[in-house]
């Protein structure tokens, strides 16, 4: 049986998977929604009580019954390289062939439906809470005065975007950034605006969870440094393999099984105490430039998740494998 | 009128350098001009920085 990975051709970080499914001889499909319907082609057909469904991409052709699993990882807008693109073609595209997929018995990473669910950042902070992993005081608002009192309460705040999407026109990046104490706050009344307590940190801490196997990597930081976002900070010290606190791990594990991810990169800042602070859990986070990094086997524990046989199908009534009593 | 997140907002992290592989749909995966596989090549992927977690992706923002 075949995994599918749907990505966009420069996923650099897929190859990395791909590799280690290619040694293990399991067969793979690359696909990219994107090349719908160029060299992308798909046909499913209904008929008969049975679903017959096949997918083609650079000259492989595969069953949908086929399918062991299906990885989402960079898929492109679909049909968004058509000859002649548009929103009417990207959504007949999007339902047929995500449509189709969803109709199959392969395992998901992650299914869509809990992906777009898991992109909520306000959604991601309450089960965090809930699933009794430490969240900094947070505040998301269109009220001025909300955010007013909120910066008194916590004078030491941080803003950072409440999708974690970032504006394009023009391109343009928005960092989790100090809140100086005497900001004025009216423009929050513009757009909803998420501020959180700084944590003063030791350490930035990236936890890569494949299924059940936990990787963590930690980055030693400097506290009272004025760049609080890693991504945006000077390379300082590289990131190490460490170890995921017993207080932390049941969290998480009931947070992904709540979440029902398959897979999922959760970012902490660890404080001078030792305390892990959930800051958020990124359903496809990136995983290349951690285990390039710290020689972390990621890419061949997602590589062993995805290439797991499926379970066997439960019995149906009428159907062949149904003992009769 | 502008919204109090985009105060803080930069110009979008471009790539410094020149992404030196491209896509094999035979192999399924990129290679580079002297046709190793780029994925096995980690030294190459940290002076790149395409597996890096950043901010301003146009397409995608889990990081």
């Known amino acids: ?79 968004g390289r058509a000859a002649q693109p548009s929103a009417w073609l990207t959504e007949e595209a999007a339902q047929a062939l995500y449509g189709m997929l969803r109709g199959s018995d392969a395992r998901w990473m992650n299914h869509p439906d809990a992906a777009r669910r898991a992109r909520h950042k306000p959604w991601q902070l309450r089960l965090a809470q809930r699933c009794g992993l430490p969240v900094p005081a947070t505040l998301i608002t269109t009220f001025p005065r909300a955010a007013r009192e909120f910066s008194e309460r916590y004078p030491d705040l941080v803003v950072k975007p409440v999708s974690g999407a970032h504006p394009q026109d023009p391109p343009r990046a928005v960092p989790t950034s100090r809140v100086a104490p005497d900001t004025d706050f009216s423009a929050v009344a513009f757009g909803p605006t998420l501020f959180q307590r700084r944590i003063s940190k030791r350490a930035d801490i990236r936890l890569t969870v494949v299924g059940d196997r936990m990787l963590a990597a930690r980055k030693t930081a400097d506290a009272d440094a004025d760049e609080v976002d890693v991504r945006f900070a000077p390379p300082g010290a590289p990131w190490r393999p460490t170890d995921v606190p017993s207080s932390i791990a049941p969290g998480v594990r009931a947070y992904l099984k709540e979440a029902e991810l398959a897979y999922g990169a959760f970012d902490f800042v660890e404080d001078a105490d030792g305390t892990w602070w959930f800051l958020e859990c990124n359903q496809s986070g990136q995983f290349g430039f951690v285990e390039v990094e710290t020689g972390q086997p990621i890419a061949r524990t997602i590589a062993e998740w995805l290439a797991r046989p499926l379970p066997e199908a439960p019995p149906r009534v009428n159907g062949a494998n149904t003992t009769a009593r | 009128m502008q919204p109090f997140a985009l105060n803080y907002a930069r110009p979008a992290v471009e790539l410094e350098a020149a992404i030196p592989y491209v896509y094999d749909a035979g192999l399924q995966l990129n290679v580079l001009h002297d046709g190793r596989v780029a994925a096995s090549d980690f030294a190459l992927l940290r002076e790149v920085g395409t597996t890096t977690s950043t901010a301003g992706s146009k397409t995608h923002f889990d990081d």
């Open chain 1, 1 to 79: 049986m075949t995994v599918l990975i749907l990505t966009c051709e420069e996923d650099v970080t897929a190859d990395m998977v791909v590799v280690h499914l290619n040694a293990a001889g399991i067969p793979v499909v690359r696909v990219d929604p994107a090349d719908l319907t160029g060299g992308v082609a798909l046909s499913g057909e209904y008929v008969h009580g049975r679903f017959r469904g096949h997918l083609s991409a650079g000259g492989r052709l595969v069953s949908i019954g086929g399918l062991r699993s299906v990885w989402v990882r960079r898929p492109g807008t679909p049909a």
